[in-house]
């Protein structure tokens, strides 16, 4: 193939960054003729360095007195750097044609960029000045800074059949960031300390067709527009760990670390695999074939309310008439196994654990849904397993700029009964009135988030940097987790801070309402906390599928505060907490599953096989829980030495008025609605959590000091009652009084 070869030096490579400004070089009819005449193109970009002053994304927002106006998300003092003896920039491919004789044409559009480090000095979020961003007032504090380096150079490979925008016609895509570090980074005083993601991967391929919707916008799709289902996969494949050599990473890798004491530059850290002091936090990941994938991005907008600054609220919606809109979804693939049960193609891995020297996690698979059957009703059985794929659904999520003390959020009327509240809109705050700055704030709204997955197997793993003596051998276990998650919404609002005696350590500040659902109406979706037994039935060959654990979660939290990054970890202080859940504590078998009794072995009897909607009934429960939480805490997040990790801190409880009842906890009987219960629950708590992975075991640890200053104020205190029926008012039997002391716990959960 012919190829012109073209290098771009740093005044073509800063005209293309600069959005600002253009400039297109006028090509003669002679020049056209030199281009066209070529099979293909090549183009070299090559320079030494990249630096921009600030890059802005603008958005539309209504304040609280009414007037309209923009927001500015600032990326300060940008420069693009060579990370290695490579210059920054890399070779673009592009070559323009048709498929055999076909009158169509499409395009291969491929790129190889050279390793290089991104570094963004300052983050804010900027009020506007005549159409500038103001950084500079009180309103605009930073938010940190942002490193990314790419060790591996990122690949991009697109090709087109028809055209470039098709929702007809087949696409193939491929995308490798690959061993990338990414670094967040707060000043402490005068140290640096970061957040590490260390060998962050986003490396997939596959067909799928690329498209603009009038309502969703630009899609990038493995189906086809307005159709499901189709064969066309996703392949997250698996990436050579740099580090360790022989060894592979998830395609999709999250490995979050903590690295205090990081120097003065926060871009100088490199977070070396041998630095002891780099300390791990948790990791995860995903591999192997996914389908029915999605990606949309639009400008639809969510209903947050009126913005609110003090007595002033809005009447318009805060979002204003700009902002960012995305939608993603997937479908994961499960295990195919022979007659006799051998996995003879492996489907969608997730991994969850530690991370770090000597770490262990667990890896999921065999990823299906809740129901292992769906037919089976009162009256009629359809005996075939369902065939319908385990997946996972981020649901619309929703990125503005805002300047609002608070957000509205719905509640349902299950959360709005924990909450002693009625159903619908409910007002949170994402800071208290001790915050007189006013902030400009980044805001994230889920809506209808799902992880509807069940891992019907699993086994522990071991780090790919552990030594010999940490190396896990085969595993015989048949077990597996169950996390499913349905319908989460979320309002996140997020704003540079500081904090300290001198107000010399930056924070970020942060408002969170949140709540899940704990089923939908037939059972088919729930959101659940579920250990799984995956044996096999001897005689039928079907495996039992029993489950225990804590199922139809409905939970609530609203809370706001201050995170920072301290020496010895994460310190994030709660200026409010609420929490509220209602939960059952279940033991059975999973829907559709058949009866593990001798006289259910071969049978297709409809009494055999659990009924596919057993999670709207009660058969299974042994007890519900329904609590609520009102407080506040100061708490530290603090990584240990591989799969090792500790949460210490200090709670409040807040005392409850006469006809109030912010803090209890209920055990109550499914059958009879009756219940048990601590009310008005008051006092002052010190906290010591610890969890560790093990090469076999879960471990927790807690200890629970009460009233640590032996104040009067902070004794831990409850009304105990019984609620003969639902609507009872209650029978005091008594108040339970600790003045101090210990309580301590350990549970290790060992799978087979």
Not at 711 to 718: M, N, R, T, Y
Request: with cysteine; aromatic share 6%.
């Amino acid at each position: 193939m012919n190829k012109k070869n073209i290098k771009l030096s740093l005044l073509v490579i800063s005209m293309l960054l600069v959005h600002q400004s253009y400039a297109l070089e006028a090509l003669s009819e002679q020049n056209m003729r030199e281009v066209s005449g070529q099979d293909g193109l090549t183009v070299q970009l090559q320079t030494d360095k990249i630096v921009a002053d600030q890059m802005n994304w603008k958005d539309n927002t209504v304040f609280a007195d009414g007037s309209t106006g923009n927001l500015n998300l600032s990326l300060n003092k940008m420069s693009i750097t060579p990370l290695g003896n490579q210059a920054v920039g890399g070779t673009v491919k592009l070559d323009v044609g048709g498929a055999g004789n076909s009158n169509t044409a499409g395009i291969r559009l491929e790129a190889a960029l050279n390793p290089s480090q991104i570094h963004f000095a300052d983050i804010k979020v900027c009020s506007d000045n005549a159409g500038k961003a103001n950084c500079s007032d009180s309103s605009s504090q930073s938010l940190g800074a942002l490193t990314l380096q790419d060790r591996d150079g990122t690949k991009f490979l697109l090709q087109t059949s028809n055209g470039l925008f098709n929702a007809k016609d087949l696409a193939y895509l491929e995308f490798g960031l690959q061993n990338a570090n990414i670094f967040y980074s707060l000043k402490n005083s005068s140290a640096v300390n970061q957040l590490v993601l260390k060998d962050f991967n986003f490396n997939f391929k596959g067909s799928g067709y690329m498209y603009l919707d009038p309502v969703k916008g630009f899609v990038l799709s493995t189906n086809a527009q307005n159709t499901t289902g189709s064969n066309n996969q996703i392949l997250l494949e698996r990436v050579a760990d740099l580090d360790n050599a022989g060894k592979t990473k998830p395609g999709f890798n999250i490995d979050l670390r903590y690295k205090p004491n990081a120097g003065s530059d926060p871009k100088a850290y490199s977070a070396q695999n041998s630095d002891t002091t780099l300390k791990p936090i948790i990791r995860l990941g995903a591999s192997g074939v996914l389908k029915d994938a999605e990606i949309s991005v639009n400008a639809d907008k969510p209903t947050l309310g009126g913005a609110q600054i003090g007595s002033t609220t809005a009447s318009g919606d805060m979002t204003g008439s700009t902002g960012l809109h995305l939608a993603m979804k997937t479908s994961f693939t499960p295990d195919i196994k022979d007659s006799n049960g051998q996995v003879t193609s492996q489907g969608t891995r997730l991994e969850l654990g530690g991370t770090g020297t000597n770490a262990y996690a667990i890896e999921f698979g065999n990823l299906t849904p809740l129901q292992i059957r769906q037919g089976i009703t009162s009256g009629t059985a359809n005996l075939a397993l369902n065939q319908n794929l385990a997946s996972i659904n981020f649901g619309d999520l929703y990125i503005n700029t805002i300047k609002s003390q608070s957000m509205e959020f719905q509640i349902s009327s299950s959360i709005a009964a924990l909450l002693g509240q009625q159903a619908g809109i409910y007002r949170h705050n994402l800071y208290e009135s001790g915050v007189t700055s006013n902030p400009n704030i980044l805001s994230l709204a889920i809506r209808g988030m799902e992880f509807q997955a069940i891992a019907r197997s699993a086994r522990f793993i071991a780090d790919n940097s552990n030594d010999a003596n940490h190396q896990i051998s085969n595993q015989s276990g048949t077990w597996g987790l169950g996390l499913p998650i349905y319908n989460l919404n979320a309002n996140l609002g997020v704003y540079g801070t500081t904090y300290g005696t001198n107000k010399d350590k930056q924070g970020i500040g942060f408002g969170l309402a949140m709540s899940t659902q704990g089923r939908n109406s037939d059972g088919s979706k729930t959101t659940s906390i579920m250990l799984i037994d995956g044996a096999k039935n001897s005689t039928s060959g079907e495996e039992v599928n029993y489950y225990a654990g804590l199922r139809n979660i409905d939970l609530f939290l609203d809370t706001n505060g201050t995170i920072g990054f301290e020496q010895n970890g994460i310190a994030i202080d709660l200026t409010k907490l609420i929490i509220a859940l209602n939960a059952e504590l279940a033991l059975g078998q999973l829907p559709g599953s058949r009866y593990n009794t001798a006289a259910c072995a071969t049978s297709s009897s409809i009494s055999c096989f659990v009924p596919s909607n057993s999670f709207t009934q009660n058969s299974d429960v042994l007890f519900a829980i329904a609590m609520r939480l009102d407080g506040t805490a100061s708490l530290m997040l603090i990584p240990g030495s591989a799969s090792d990790l500790n949460l210490t801190g200090n709670v409040k409880l807040n005392a409850s008025g006469n006809n109030e009842n912010k803090n209890y906890i209920h055990i109550v009987d499914p059958g009879s609605n009756a219940a048990m219960g601590l009310d008005q629950i008051s006092g002052n708590l010190n906290v010591d959590a610890n969890l560790k992975l093990t090469q076999d075991t879960f471990k927790i640890a807690n200890t629970l000091q009460i009233n640590p200053n032996q104040d009067p104020s902070g004794v831990l205190k409850a009304n105990l009652n019984f609620y003969p029926t639902a609507t009872s008012s209650g029978q005091q039997l008594g108040q339970m009084v600790i003045t101090g002391g210990n309580i301590r716990s350990s549970i290790g959960i060992t799978p087979r």
